[in-house]
């Protein structure tokens, strides 16, 4: 069991002295007429009591730390038990000294608010420390499972506690937003399992009711049911000992022989409510600061501005702010660029969005519209961003771009998704794996496709093949298995990728989907 750490207020009175009042001697002179005369010490010689003296030494909190990791550490109450898994990851974390000083890196800029935002609610400090856990404290995380921003909530959990997502802004990567959330869930957490933090913690990574049924399930046998006793998953089974294990060190840095980067225990950005759509690049103009930095502290924001109606709110650096206000108030109403635009022959309003990267809600309130119905000469007004699209780094596009640019193999193949298309067909077209698949595009296994997506496939060179996507269309006389022959794919393939399980014959002038290696036929 680790040294339960606690503060104390130390007061320290110095050894006070205190001078007594002294008698002089007094002279007696015998006179002629036997009078008495007595010879008195001048009044500015006699010494005044002095009041004792006590000295207050500074009070020592948590809170006047100069280091937020060790304004944590002082609040670390939960037992560390000993347990090979807490081992386990204890010795992982103390033989990756960089994973932890990439952490503080990340974290710099919000620990602190969180840290406050966690000692206003009087919640367990070692919440602090989930976002390592969850994300690593990478605020553009995005899980196998759909999961996003540092505390990684799914869709479905982020809009239950009031995350929005949205075509321009994804709650779940607001950091202050996302925070309170968390928090809310986990307190609901801790009520729901009576206190108990552990299983509260364990339910988060989970779910409630698959801790709920292990919980009742070693009842039901006669078995405790403390966390380290629970039947389940193996992720959640580690989830808690990576928390106690990173606080056990956190508290301990010294007795462990490491050094996490110190993280200044000030305020160090702020949050404000611009009350308007902001064009990113404006907002970083009126702040003094860069788009980039913009972004980094705003991964919420998924395009080129905030979002034009809902949460728009910006979390700056607090020095800053004052600046941003300014710039703010003297420009309301200028923070967005608008285009004139003629509308054309075969443009919609669904078609200008894709092409300004915007959505056609916008489209239409900029220009009052009810409908998306528009005219051949029409002017629209439609808002742009004032800068290139590579301006906005963090965007999630250019995100996207950086992922798929990652080299993951030899050959880099581009699919781009047609109706009936999963990860899953694609995947096993490819000979690769479908969650794979999904990390090389920015995605979860479980994310659906959209018609018209381009996704990147990477191949080795150790099986020889080069797989590319032909279109075939059908001839007279066209066979499914005779065109699995000519391409030398199989013909259940070929039928599964067209959904021709159900149509009888194949039509002249009909159009197939083949994932072809191009290694092995010439097409």
């Known amino acids: 069991m680790r040294f339960k750490h606690s503060w104390v207020l130390a007061l320290v009175l110095a050894g006070c002295q205190s001078t007594q009042p002294t008698t002089p001697k007094s002279e007696v002179d015998n006179t002629s007429d036997n009078t008495s005369t007595v010879a008195v010490a001048p009044a500015s010689s006699v010494t005044?009591?002095?009041?004792?003296?006590?000295?207050?030494?500074?009070?020592?909190?948590?809170?006047?730390?100069?280091?937020?990791?060790?304004?944590i550490a002082m609040q670390l109450e939960m037992p560390i038990p000993e347990h090979k898994k807490v081992d386990y990851y204890r010795t992982w974390y103390l033989k990756h000294p960089s994973h932890l000083k990439t952490v503080s890196q990340r974290a710099q800029p919000f620990l602190f608010l969180i840290t406050e935002k966690i000692e206003q609610r009087n919640l367990p400090l070692e919440l602090a420390l989930l976002p390592i856990v969850e994300s690593s404290f990478d605020a553009f995380a995005y899980s196998h499972g759909s999961a996003a921003g540092l505390w990684q909530f799914v869709p479905s959990t982020g809009k239950m506690y009031g995350l929005e997502q949205n075509f321009w802004y994804?709650?779940?990567?607001?950091?202050?937003?996302?925070?309170?959330a968390a928090l809310d869930f986990l307190t609901d957490l801790n009520q729901r399992f009576d206190s108990n933090w552990q299983h509260a913690i364990a339910a988060y990574n989970s779910g409630g009711g698959r801790v709920s049924s292990a919980i009742r399930k070693n009842k039901k046998l006669g078995k405790p049911i403390d966390f380290f006793s629970l039947d389940l998953p193996k992720e959640t089974s580690s989830y808690v000992p990576k928390l106690l294990a990173l606080a056990d060190i956190i508290a301990n840095q010294e007795k462990y022989g490491i050094d996490i980067p110190a993280i200044a225990n000030k305020q160090v950005v702020e949050v404000v409510q611009p009350k308007e759509q902001l064009d990113l690049a404006i907002a970083a103009n009126y702040a003094g600061i860069s788009v980039r930095e913009l972004q980094g502290l705003n991964p919420a924001y998924n395009?080129?501005?905030?979002?034009?109606?809902?949460?728009?709110?910006?979390?700056?650096?607090?020095?800053?702010?004052?600046?941003?206000?300014?710039?703010?108030n003297a420009?309301?109403?200028?923070?967005?660029?608008?285009?004139?635009?003629?509308v054309q022959s075969g443009d919609t309003v669904s078609v200008l969005a894709r092409k300004y990267n915007t959505t056609s809600k916008v489209i239409r309130s900029a220009n009052n519209m009810k409908s998306n119905s528009i005219r051949i000469g029409q002017h629209l007004l439609i808002p742009?961003?004032?800068?290139?699209?590579?301006?906005?780094?963090?965007?999630?596009?250019n995100r996207l771009a950086k992922t798929q640019a990652t080299a993951r193999g030899k050959y880099k193949l581009t699919h781009t998704v047609s109706k009936g298309d999963s990860l899953w067909s694609i995947a096993k077209a490819n000979k690769v794996s479908h969650t794979s698949l999904a990390k090389w595009n920015g995605m979860g296994p479980r994310d659906t496709l959209r018609i018209g997506q381009n996704l990147v496939i990477w191949k080795n060179s150790s099986d020889g093949a080069i797989i590319r996507t032909v279109f075939y269309k059908?001839?007279?006389?066209?066979?499914?298995?005779?065109?699995?022959?000519?391409?030398k794919v199989k013909s259940h393939d070929v039928v599964k990728w067209n959904n021709l399980q159900q149509k009888k014959y194949l039509q002249p002038g009909q159009k197939l989907k083949l994932y072809v290696d191009v290694t092995k036929v010439s097409v």
Do not use: C
Request: net charge positive; glycine share 6%; hydrophobic share 35%.
């Open 474 to 487: 059908v001839r007279n006389g066209d066979t499914v298995s005779g065109i699995a022959n000519k391409f």
């Open 331 to 342: 420009n309301r109403g200028k923070g967005m660029k608008v285009v004139r635009y003629k």
């Open 303 to 328: 395009q080129w501005a905030t979002a034009p109606d809902g949460n728009n709110q910006l979390l700056l650096p607090v020095d800053s702010v004052k600046k941003f206000h300014s710039q703010l």
């Open 384 to 397: 742009v961003s004032t800068k290139d699209d590579q301006a906005y780094t963090l965007s999630a596009a």
């Open 170 to 180: 994804d709650g779940r990567r607001d950091v202050s937003a996302a925070t309170d």
């Open 48 to 71: 005044t009591p002095v009041e004792p003296k006590v000295v207050t030494a500074p009070v020592v909190t948590p809170q006047t730390q100069e280091d937020v990791w060790q304004r």
